[in-house]
């Protein structure tokens, strides 16, 4: 038990920590950027003072009192409670679960609300207004508004000729294009599986052979641009990648420059480019697009690691990226899966060419448990009856060895309409027969689920976002973000020599101009790095979902030279561990553990995280955890 000095000087020193000036008040709702910066840097430059330390898990204040206190530091944060009011209504399964996300990146499609109420109907809503949230929380089985299936075409042929859709991929499409700020005039839009995919596709459809340079700018490794480059190497592409230097990992724009400006300014091939990272939250200017435009560049943006209405400061219309890439989940917090679009500038679809590969897909209704029983029924039945018409047929044919097969001609128009497919379905392979009447089933269903007079597609996740606005959602982020990075820090260890702090942040730490996402790692009292996969495990049992990264591209000045053979790590290509004799190829960069925030996160979520952080402070906390779960027959962590 703590003595009450002990309790007095820890709360003496969160007040010297996070009781700050505070922010100037305005008659608006909201300052303007140039006022907000100022605010934050004086209010941020009071939080970083050296005494501001923690080193027992124990000592640190209460949600309650935190909160006090970061409210009394950051009063218009009060004014962002438009967001607190829409998670309380729309997504209150956050609450009741007791479950915090930091690891959904993209924009959300619906909201639990509109999942639970609506079900099967939920994404055409013939109201603008829903019936009151039922408060009881169920893990029972909804429909997940839609479900997608592949399409057989390839990207190309999809721009070209386009191809036949259903009512609800064109509501979604349009609904997507407005948020988006894009014309249709200017643009087409194609769905994929995932960003992988839709990397693919470009990478695919690219004409490496003529414009032979890959350039890409991402501080962490990501699948997708792995896909891209060996997809353009197998094309001969020469591959190039922005340097980051170390310790800030601030983008070497010199270095960028000189890439950018290549000889051979007509044929320089393609400049893959994310706004913000979504692993360290730094962001770069979006002049990166024009230069490489001017020189000669074909431009992919990537733009999945962004909030939700960080594209509307774009202004798209002036700076038209050739390709731009952008994920959609279903429901935040309780259904990841989704889809990816990719948008392709039609005035540069002239250079695509012909690629094989399946990575478009369609929309299609999703189907309630009661649907799956119907048409499990109508098979058995159609089954019994097809079984009966083929003993006919083969009973027709009998002693006829030189007789035909029966069989059944089935054609399926492509995006393209000078090609079609026929598919022969022969009765004597019923998986082939089984696939085609799948095909028809939704098909029908498309027809007789979205042709019956709904005509408006609800995506509320994307209401919300728009009815809060750009400067809520970046004012509300911007405060929490850098609250999350000054307390991280501010965890030390105990009796340690040096002053080994537990947590170490890489890429920009409080900063205005930062995204709103923290790559980090935590590390023991004798100053080695405790495995991320541990931290996330650990995290996850305390209901706390985080992600985890790789950061690579890294520059070390001859300063910091030293450094590196102590923090960078050597992988495979897979990500495995290096064994002696391998022949895969060796990357280089630093494991992290990374967290993200959306515009439904509060000041709750962060603290949960700084107080789960904290308990490392305790030397044995690893080990008692791996205890615990073996006690209770859980799986253990390994360490």
Not at 56 to 72: A, D, I, R
Not at 94 to 116: A, E, K, M, T, W
Not at 425 to 432: C, G, S
């Amino acid at each position: 038990m703590r003595s009450p000095c002990t309790r007095e000087a820890s709360q003496a020193c969160f007040h010297n920590f996070c009781h700050l000036p505070s922010e100037p008040q305005s008659p608006t709702s909201i300052t303007t950027v140039s006022e907000s910066r100022h605010v934050l840097e004086v209010a941020m430059g009071s939080l970083i003072y050296p005494n501001s330390q923690f080193t027992n898990h124990e000592s640190l204040p209460s949600l309650q009192e935190s909160f006090s206190n970061f409210t009394k530091a950051f009063p218009q944060y009060s004014q962002t409670d438009q967001a607190d009011k829409i998670r309380e209504q729309e997504y209150y399964h956050l609450s009741l679960s007791n479950h915090v996300c930091f690891d959904y990146i993209g924009h959300g499609l619906f909201s639990y609300s509109q999942q639970r109420s609506h079900s099967w109907e939920a994404p055409f809503a013939s109201t603008s207004s829903a019936s009151p949230p039922s408060r009881q929380y169920s893990s029972g089985l909804e429909p997940p508004f839609f479900d997608i299936s592949y399409k057989a075409a390839n990207l190309h042929s999809q721009i070209q000729y386009g191809g036949q859709m259903s009512e609800l991929e064109y509501e979604m499409q349009k609904r997507i294009m407005a948020l988006m700020n894009l014309s249709e005039d200017d643009y087409t839009m194609v769905f994929t599986a995932n960003q992988l995919s839709a990397f693919k596709l470009v990478a695919d459809s690219y004409p490496f052979q003529s414009n032979q340079n890959l350039l890409t700018v991402y501080d962490y490794e990501n699948e997708a641009v792995k896909v891209m480059i060996e997809s353009s190497k197998n094309k001969g592409a020469r591959v190039m990648s922005a340097e980051f230097s170390w310790p800030s990992l601030r983008l070497k724009s010199g270095k960028l420059l000189k890439k950018v400006r290549r000889k051979r300014k007509n044929k320089r091939g393609l400049f893959v480019f994310p706004l913000q990272s979504r692993m360290t939250g730094a962001r770069y200017s979006y002049l990166w697009m024009t230069m490489a435009q001017e020189n000669g560049w074909h431009v992919l943006l990537d733009a999945c690691g962004l909030g939700p209405k960080d594209m509307e400061t774009l202004g798209l219309s002036l700076f038209k990226p050739d390709f731009l890439v952008c994920s959609f989940f279903k429901v935040f917090g309780e259904n990841p899966s989704g889809f990816c679009c990719l948008f392709v500038k039609k005035s540069s679809s002239s250079i695509l060419k012909d690629s094989t590969g399946t990575c478009i897909v369609r929309l299609v209704p999703a189907r309630r448990p009661s649907q799956i029983s119907e048409e499990l029924a109508n098979e058995d039945v159609e089954t019994e009856e097809r079984t009966k018409q083929e003993i006919h047929v083969d009973d027709n044919l009998q002693g006829s060895s030189s007789g035909p097969i029966f069989r059944q001609q089935t054609s399926e128009v492509t995006s393209d309409p000078q090609e079609t497919k026929e598919i022969s379905v022969n009765h004597e392979a019923p998986e082939i027969e089984e696939s085609v009447a799948s095909f028809e089933s939704s098909k029908s269903q498309i027809i007789a689920g979205y042709g019956s007079g709904h005509s408006h597609l609800e995506c509320r996740g994307l209401d919300h976002a728009d009815s809060l606005g750009l400067i809520l959602i970046s004012a509300r982020a911007r405060y929490l973000i850098n609250w999350l990075v000054n307390a991280l820090m501010s965890l030390q260890h105990p009796h340690s020599e040096n002053g080994n702090p537990l947590v170490r942040i890489y890429g920009p730490k409080v900063k205005f101009d930062r995204g709103p996402a923290v790559a980090f790692n935590v590390f023991d009292w004798k100053g080695e790095k405790i495995d991320p996969s541990i931290v996330q495990k650990l995290a996850d049992r305390n209901n706390i979902s985080l992600s985890k990264g790789f950061l690579f591209h890294i520059w070390f000045p001859d300063e910091y030279e030293h450094e590196r053979e102590q923090i960078i790590e050597t992988r495979t290509s897979k990500g495995g561990k290096v064994l002696n004799g391998t022949r895969e190829k060796l990357h280089s960069g630093i494991s992290v553990v990374t967290a993200s925030l959306g515009f439904l996160t509060n000041f709750e979520d962060i603290y949960r995280l700084w107080a789960f952080v904290s308990r490392f402070l305790d030397a044995d906390f690893v080990e008692k955890e791996r205890w615990r779960y073996t006690a209770l027959n859980q799986m253990t962590i390994e360490v």
